[in-house]
């Protein structure tokens, strides 16, 4: 799949889920890759709304299956690192944390990049539904069978600085 028809697919998604962007914001959905090559399994399309020192906030999709690697976001100086919080907007979104791993977790890591997956405890987001992550934690997503819309809420974002446990990753290749 291209960047230009991941975008245009993450746009029908946005509408599925009554998402309203300006025609900038669609010009200008990011589609992240993390360097790995592998769209379609490893990967999101996002929209930045805002980003300042204080507040971030984001839409993302998923597409069927995708996951976006487990990652954290560290303290940076005195900052103790992004607080986020994740509503699920449409579809269904599978986010694993720290925690007590889950008997039968509905989702698998991407194939051939299963060692760099260590945290299973399952929490399963339906439209409406909202999880919030604290600094630091360990965490990854994967949509479900029809894809996903999440809205993400959280403090300064510095993708840039997350630690993926793949070291294979580049968040800004």
């Excluded at 300006?22 to 790995?36: C, K, M, R």
């Excluded at 930045?48 to 069927?64: D, G, M, S």
């Excluded at 360990?138 to 793949?166: K, Y």
Aim: net charge negative; glycine share 8%; aromatic share 10%.
């Amino acid at each position: 799949m291209t960047k230009a028809d991941a975008q245009l697919l993450a746009r029908e998604y946005f509408a599925k889920a009554g998402i309203v962007l300006t025609s900038e914001e669609t010009a200008h959905i990011e589609v992240a890759d993390f360097g790995l090559g592998d769209l379609e399994n490893s990967g999101l399309e996002l929209v930045t709304y805002i980003n300042t020192e204080r507040c971030c906030a984001k839409e993302l999709v998923l597409f069927p299956g995708q996951t976006c690697p487990e990652h954290r976001h560290p303290p940076v100086g005195d900052d103790p690192g992004k607080e986020e919080t994740f509503r699920c907007r449409w579809g269904l979104v599978y986010l694993y944390v720290e925690g007590p791993q889950t008997a039968l977790p509905k989702c698998q890591p991407p194939r051939g990049r299963e060692a760099t997956y260590t945290v299973f405890h399952e929490v399963l987001l339906r439209p409406g539904e909202q999880y919030t992550i604290m600094p630091s934690t360990l965490h990854w997503f994967q949509a479900g069978p029809e894809g996903a819309v999440v809205s993400e809420f959280s403090t300064r974002s510095r993708d840039e600085l997350d630690i993926f446990t793949d070291p294979d990753i580049r968040r800004l290749p």
